[in-house]
């Protein structure tokens, strides 16, 4: 096929590449050592390129030609071969965990800079033409976090918004926004962005020693929007997982009893809303888009009913039967819900507060919180994406991969939220990731561009390719093969040519 002429830049994909070092293995794929792709458009041309990120941790592991770093799923000991002081040293200094900067999950932009996240306290600075790695960055040195997300949003003026845990304060346990500016000013050029890094406001956890675990979290025009959900990390268990001989990912827990609380932030004030707001107890990974409509916030994410995801991606669970044998047991379901930040005081208890058109609820309870019930828009989609353009804002579409019952999507979907419509592409043996919207130049509908996936095939007969689709209808457009083995990856972002530095600089 052939590739508009208007797509110039860079595809940038994140994800776990290698599995096996020397002759040991890590337990879980989320463990794996993080592999970089690109695709580069030029001149109706693509160029393709993958490299493995040099991370300390990469680099200590292929220098002992096993796995010396310890990564969520998987915890090392020392070599048994050291004395025993050295053993007794290296189990106390276990306590808070020094994390890895295996930064495997995704690309954050920091104004001109970018770089690869995962969900600790690292990032690590990337050439996207090259795929080099430069600095690490530790957020730890800007802000009192142990754990960030890997899925920061951008406002208008390129600011970075992310959200971290931070375990550190004499049991204070709290939920930490913070906002990274894109630069810095003129007079301290030689200063990074992070050096004026913000606190925009701090909530308390619920729980002092289980915070809640979290992936992404929402935004809108005025207010953060922050689940607090009952898939914790017990805080007592990872200190002492070093000493017990157990994983990190071993001290997370879904707690199916309780309750799943929703907290608003308005980003003027830096105060969080008063109303308790919560749900039934659900997992979720990735929030959709979140907005503001009469009086209340909408906001569309992917929730599961137990935390089998992760469980899935146990490397013993993904042998050669995996298909047959792996079934989620919860399915993604793709939920609205309705939170009416403004509504009548005297309501009468049991009454539903939602005003819009919708079969979502929001009950007011005895204790004057309110009890909210979404709308199921769809099921069985995951790795979303929107127009970035529309973030904040009401939308329409999403994109997605299509998931069944399995981990591994079979298609990538656009979904319509207003009409349920759904259409897709999808072929026999192919695994394609999560799909990026491009908008076009000259956009003028939400639709307006191409969708660009990484196909991995589970034929290995089959090369794997770059699929490029049109937003609009979902028909072909291109698709660029490549002649090397490519990974399944996890997240990733376009960049156009416009904010990449031009190689002089």
């Not at 990032?123 to 802000?143: F, G, H, M, S």
Request: hydrophobic share 35%; charged share 25%; net charge negative.
């Amino acid at each position: 096929g052939q590739l508009p002429t208007w797509l110039q830049g860079i595809l940038l994909r994140n994800g776990p590449g290698m599995h096996t070092i020397g002759d040991t293995k890590y337990n879980h794929w989320f463990d794996g050592l993080a592999l970089l792709h690109s695709f580069t458009f030029k001149n109706g041309e693509v160029y393709y390129r993958s490299k493995y990120l040099r991370s300390d941790t990469y680099n200590s592991n292929i220098e002992a030609n096993r796995i010396v770093v310890s990564e969520f799923g998987t915890m090392v000991y020392p070599d048994p071969c050291k004395n025993i002081f050295a053993k007794a040293f290296s189990y106390l200094s276990h306590t808070i965990p020094e994390f890895t900067d295996n930064c495997l999950i995704n690309i954050m932009k920091t104004g001109e800079d970018f770089y690869a996240t995962s969900e600790t306290n690292f990032i690590r600075k990337i050439n996207p033409q090259t795929l080099e790695t430069l600095e690490k960055v530790d957020y730890a040195k800007y802000v009192a976090v142990n754990v960030a997300t890997s899925h920061p949003h951008y406002d208008s003026a390129g600011n970075i918004l992310n959200m971290g845990t931070s375990i550190v304060e004499k049991g204070k346990t709290k939920y930490v926004l913070f906002k990274i500016p894109p630069s810095v000013p003129e007079k301290e050029k030689k200063k990074s962005c992070f050096k004026h890094l913000e606190v925009v406001c701090s909530i308390p956890s619920r729980s002092l020693l289980h915070p809640s675990y979290y992936h992404s979290f929402g935004i809108t025009e005025n207010y953060i929007v922050f689940i607090e959900q009952p898939f914790k990390l017990d805080i007592v268990k990872m200190a002492t997982a070093y000493i017990r001989g157990v994983n990190w990912s071993s001290c997370l827990t879904f707690h199916k009893e309780d309750k799943t609380w929703f907290h608003f932030v308005d980003k003027k004030t830096k105060k969080e809303v008063s109303t308790k707001f919560y749900t039934d107890a659900m997992v979720l990974f990735h929030h959709i888009n979140a907005y503001e409509e009469d009086g209340h916030i909408i906001f569309d994410i992917i929730a599961y009913a137990d935390n089998s995801l992760y469980d899935m991606f146990y490397l013993k669970n993904l042998g050669k039967d995996f298909e047959e044998n792996n079934k989620l047991t919860s399915m993604p379901v793709c939920k609205r819900f309705f939170v009416p930040l403004q509504y009548n005081k005297d309501a009468e208890l049991g009454s539903n507060l939602v005003t819009l058109p919708s079969t979502a609820t929001a009950v007011k309870e005895k204790d004057g919180s309110i009890y909210c019930q979404p709308e199921i828009l769809c099921e069985g989609i995951e790795l979303p994406r929107i127009n970035y353009d529309y973030n904040g804002k009401k939308y329409k579409y999403v994109f997605a991969t299509k998931v069944q019952w399995m981990p591994v999507p079979s298609k990538i979907v656009k979904f319509n939220i207003q009409t349920k419509e759904m259409i897709h592409w999808g072929e026999d043996h192919c695994w394609p990731s999560e799909p990026i919207f491009v908008p076009s130049p000259d956009a003028r509908e939400e639709d307006d561009g191409i969708v660009l996936t990484c196909v991995v095939m589970s034929d290995p007969k089959k090369a794997p390719f770059l699929l490029i689709l049109d937003a609009k209808t979902f028909k072909e457009l291109a698709r660029a093969t490549v002649d090397v083995e490519m990974h399944l990856d996890l997240h990733g972002m376009f960049i156009p040519e416009k904010d990449l530095k031009t190689e002089t600089e």
